[in-house]
């Protein structure tokens, strides 16, 4: 999927804006592929799959798109 960041905090997670859904998505630095959490910014475009945790939909493989 593709998607912009939309909020990166300092305890090392953020929140994606997902193309043609209302909801953001969570992700976590871990789940991070090819990039350093400290290169993103908010408004760059990722890609990244959807998993189910128990805490609802999360971001995977989040990588520079």
Known sequence: MN???KT???KGFGFIARE??????FFHSKEL????????????????EVVETDKGPAAKNVSRA
Request: glycine share 14%; hydrophobic share 50%.
């Open 33 to 48: 592929a090819g990039v350093m959490f400290d290169e993103l910014k908010v408004g760059d475009a990722v890609t990244f």
């Open 3 to 5: 998607g912009i960041i």
């Open 20 to 25: 043609g859904e209302a909801k953001d998505l």
């Open 8 to 10: 990166l905090t300092e």
